[in-house]
Nanobody
Framework: QVQLQESGGGLVQAGGSLRLSCAAS????????MAWYRQAPGKQRELVAF???????NYGDSVKGRFTISRDNAKNTVYLQMNSLKPEDTAVYYC???????????????WGQGTQVTVSS
């Protein structure tokens, strides 16, 4: 069973940066695809970014050019570097993992408990 533990959230001023980490336990196959999602109060969960085992990445339109997803396969950890943060980035950020990205996009796979990111104006 895959377990995911997010860290790195917090309070930051607009324009600032944060780096989220997600440490995963599980087989390489079970965490081949990893992603970050976020959910703000009263809004639907949205994809922030995903990365495959081969390093292919994709980003949500609202974070392109500001956020960078990366992974360290030796540490089974995925990161989300968030720069130029805006108040609208305020949300709970969730890490997800599965063999395939489609599994995550369909709402399945393994999910972490989430970490709060708050951006003040």
């Amino acid at each position: 069973q895959v377990q995911l533990q997010e860290s790195g959230g917090g309070l930051v001023q607009a324009g600032g940066s944060l780096r989220l980490s997600c440490a995963a336990s599980g087989s390489a196959f079970s965490i081949n695809a990893m992603a970050w999602y976020r959910q703000a109060p009263g809004k639907q969960r949205e994809l922030v970014a995903f990365i495959t085992g081969t390093g292919m990445t994709n980003y949500g339109d609202s974070v392109k050019g500001r956020f960078t997803i990366s992974r360290d396969n030796a540490k089974n950890t995925v990161y989300l570097q968030m720069n130029s943060l805006k108040p609208e980035d305020t949300a709970v950020y969730y890490c997800a993992a599965a063999p395939f990205i489609a599994t995550i996009k369909n709402g399945f796979g393994s999910w972490g408990q989430g970490t709060q990111v708050t951006v003040s104006s």
